[in-house]
C-alpha cells in the first residue's frame, strides 16, 4: 500500500476578517464554508497567506455560518492581518482516489464557485458530510 497526502478541501483567496493573538491558536471559518469544503471543526489545515507568502499550519474552528469571518489566532496573526487574502487547505493521507471540494469565495467570503465550475452552493451543503 502506498499513501500519498492529497489535496481534499481549498477555500481560495479568502479575505482574513480578524487576527487575535491572545486567542488560543487555530484558525475560524465560516461554518458555511466549512460545510461546503468538507473541513471539519479540529482539522488541520494548512493557511497560505497570498498577501504577503507566509505559510501556517493550524486546526479549524467554526465561526458563525453566513458570517462571512476568517480569523487566524494565536501566534500567526503577527502574520496574518484583516483585508490579507489566503487560500486554506485541507489533505488526506490515503490511498484511495479523492475528488477534492475546492470552492472560491468572493471579497465578502461569500461562495463563488466551485474550482471546477461543477456544483452550486446549495449541491455543497447536501452532498458534504
Not at 500500500?1 to 482574513?16: E, F, G, T
Not at 469544503?37 to 505559510?55: F, K, L, S, Y
Not at 500567526?76 to 490579507?84: E, I, L
Request: aromatic share 6%; proline share 4%; net charge negative.
Amino acid at each position: 500500500m502506498k499513501l500519498r497526502i492529497i489535496c481534499k478541501s481549498k477555500i481560495h483567496q479568502a479575505v482574513v476578517t480578524g487576527a487575535d493573538v491572545n486567542y488560543i491558536g487555530s484558525i475560524g471559518i465560516d461554518e458555511g464554508l466549512m460545510r461546503m469544503t468538507g473541513i471539519v471543526h479540529g482539522e488541520q489545515v494548512a493557511v497560505w497567506n497570498v498577501t504577503n507568502g507566509q505559510r501556517i499550519e493550524t486546526y479549524a474552528i467554526r465561526l458563525p455560518e453566513g458570517s462571512g469571518r476568517i480569523v487566524v489566532n494565536g501566534a500567526a496573526a503577527r502574520h496574518f492581518q484583516p483585508g490579507d487574502r489566503v487560500i486554506i487547505a485541507a489533505f488526506y493521507l490515503t490511498d484511495e482516489p479523492v475528488v477534492p471540494q475546492m470552492i472560491a469565495v468572493d471579497e465578502h467570503n461569500r461562495f463563488v464557485k466551485t474550482l471546477d465550475g461543477t456544483a452550486s452552493p446549495e449541491d455543497l451543503v447536501t452532498t458534504v458530510g
